[in-house]
């Protein structure tokens, strides 16, 4: 379940392609590692790994390369980590406000056309991600 949402999001792609995001969800989510021992009348936790993942929704201009190598359908590119032999990440910045954001590299595990339009318009895409550093927020 996404705990943050917002309607304004930049996202820069290892190839240097900017996109604009209309709309983003970012989730966090931490392991539980259990610390019982035997005899012990109660169960015991400390908190273990954490990570973040989200989606967000953004306009793509037809024929655009934006994502160096990966899945390749027409003439455009989409960087989907794993397939990028670079393994760069994109650098992201959710807008929360008119004052803080979220900012922190992420790396696109699937996009999909949401709405596809003629050649030479613009396609809505959405992109799921995982977070691949700490994620931040920021005075903007």
Known sequence: MPILKGTDADITFASGYRAGAQSWEVELDAEIIETTRLGDKWRTKIGGVRNWRGSFTCQIESGSNFGGAGTT??????????????????????????????????????????TAVGNGQASAVAFDFEGSDIPHVEDT
Request: charged share 10%; proline share 2%.
């Open 73 to 114: 359908s027409g003439t455009r590119t989409i960087g989907m980590g794993a397939g990028d032999t670079t393994q760069t990440p994109a650098a992201a910045t959710f807008k929360l406000g008119a004052t803080n954001s979220i900012i922190g590299n992420i790396i696109v595990t699937r996009a999909r056309v949401t």
